[in-house]
């Protein structure tokens, strides 16, 4: 993906397409789109629609993708900055770059009139063959999975190291929106919906690694030796920098956590370890 801020204009329309994908975008962006054989709704929330689309240019060449469209709500928020889908491509990018398993951008693009945003897409890759990380929640159909629930959560926090390393936050640490599926044996994991990430201070850091990891136990609400082991493992990935007083003080953080200062919300955050008896026996 040849894809950089510059590319993007504030005034008017615009849209961006990787070369072999070019005529596929302008029919795309033809006619409003309508479920069929090739093409399925996939998401539908707040007005913003994802779809799934199978597609062949001129030359033969087969594209199974995704479409994300995002309305114009709040459009002054937006006057002279991105759109959440160019955030969303740029993320991307940036993920490539450090080596963090993520979709592959194919267009994006604003739908601008007199700077007013009115509309955004953005086109990936559909990663095949892959499921999010809801099914290993607690009521996840594949909850008592337990070794491949450990090795998926142990493999996101390695990729949350990197990420952290680097002074990126990434704000929506989701099992939703961490897709994985197993190649062989071995488990692979892919970052996707990342509109909301972005580079931090280093003396916002600390906070940044809060939210994240918080974000992502609260969902999975792992064991309570489970939650050790996983913090342990995160802190042991770091490579440049980590959590101030380490593993107890994250722990002990994680327990107070409060997503606003005044707020008296409790989280759970992990459940007893004899949940783990139950699921080994």
């Not at 801020?5 to 309508?34: G, H, M, N, T, V």
């Not at 955050?269 to 139950?278: G, L, N």
């Amino acid at each position: 993906m040849s894809f950089t801020a510059d590319k993007q204009r504030f005034f008017s329309s615009w849209q961006y397409s990787e070369p072999e994908f070019s005529e596929i975008l302008s029919l795309l962006r033809s006619a409003p789109l309508k479920e069929d054989a090739d093409t399925t709704l996939i998401n539908h929330s707040s007005g913003k629609m994802v779809w799934r689309l199978n597609r062949k240019n001129s030359d033969g060449l087969s594209f199974d993708f995704a479409c994300k469209i995002n309305p114009g709500k709040a459009p002054w928020r937006f006057i002279l900055r991105p759109s959440l889908a160019v955030r969303e491509a740029l993320n991307y990018v940036v993920f490539k770059e450090l080596g963090v398993p993520a979709a592959d951008v194919l267009a994006v693009g604003d739908v601008r009139k007199f700077f007013i945003l009115k509309e955004s897409f953005i086109v990936t890759e559909f990663v095949s063959g892959t499921r999010d990380g809801r099914v290993f929640m607690p009521q996840g159909e594949m909850r008592s999975e337990h070794a491949l629930r450990r090795s998926y959560c142990m493999l996101n926090f390695e990729l949350l190291a990197k990420i952290h390393d680097n002074a990126v936050f990434h704000k929506a640490f989701h099992p939703r929106n961490l897709l994985w599926r197993v190649d062989g044996d071995v488990l692979k994991v892919f970052l996707i919906d990342v509109a909301r990430c972005r580079k931090v201070r280093r003396n916002q850091l600390k906070r940044s690694v809060l939210v994240d990891i918080h974000t992502f136990i609260r969902d999975i609400q792992p064991t309570a030796s489970e939650l050790d082991e996983l913090l342990e493992h995160y802190l042991n990935c770091r490579r440049n920098g980590t959590y101030p007083g380490g593993k107890e003080a994250l722990k002990s953080d994680l327990f107070n956590f409060k997503r606003r200062l005044f707020s008296r919300k409790r989280y759970v955050i992990c459940t007893p370890d004899t949940d783990k008896i139950v699921e080994d026996s």
